[in-house]
């Protein structure tokens, strides 16, 4: 162990370059090739248990409503939603690629679930992300530096397990 620890602190450069090579492609890919994605969340406050309405606002009929009132496919809505209840509470998000596009399909589902259940209250309405959910840089980044490490200790274990059969 104590030889490995030599050689890598002898060749470190080779790690470094690795961390920094592999965290600046993961940035560069999460750049130029992951569209961002925004965020519209809103809280409601219901009067029985929140889980109740979730099954209702996934219904065909709702999802019917934002599909034709904002001319998005019905799949497009659905995978953009994550609904969670818990307790009164019901929070109610969708992530698009763009900022409006979530806002308006909050804002609609919110709308029709209180005509039909007036009984509910808007906590917090969904607002305009000003800036992507994701994908993050930082976390990227992390993950790159993370496989630029990995893959610069493969590389001093090779070298060393070669230069030991030359020397051997």
């Known amino acids: ?10 060749n ?10 592999l965290a600046s492609v993961f940035i560069v ?23 109740s309405y ?27 939603l994550d609904i969670n209840g818990n307790g009164h509470m019901l929070t109610l998000r969708s992530r698009t690629t763009d900022a409006m596009t979530s806002k308006k399909i909050v804002d609609c589902l919110v709308t029709r679930l209180i005509k039909y259940h007036p009984q509910i ?20 980044g992390a993950l790159g530096g993370l496989c630029g490490l990995i893959v610069g200790l493969v590389i001093i274990g090779i070298q060393m397990k070669r230069k030991g059969k030359d020397q051997a």
């Open 54 to 80: 979730i099954k209702v606002i996934k219904s065909e009929g709702y999802i019917d409503d934002v599909s034709k009132q904002y001319s998005l496919s019905k799949d497009e809505i659905i995978n953009s």
């Open 12 to 21: 470190i450069l080779t790690v470094i370059t690795c961390i920094v090579l």
């Open 121 to 140: 209250t808007v906590k917090q309405n969904a607002t305009v992300a000003a800036h992507p959910s994701s994908p993050s840089l930082l976390v990227n």
């Open 29 to 51: 890919y999460t750049v130029f090739a992951i569209p961002n994605k925004y965020d519209a969340t809103a809280v409601i406050t219901t009067d029985t248990s929140a889980s």
């Open 1 to 10: 162990m104590s030889a490995y620890m030599a050689y890598l602190k002898k």
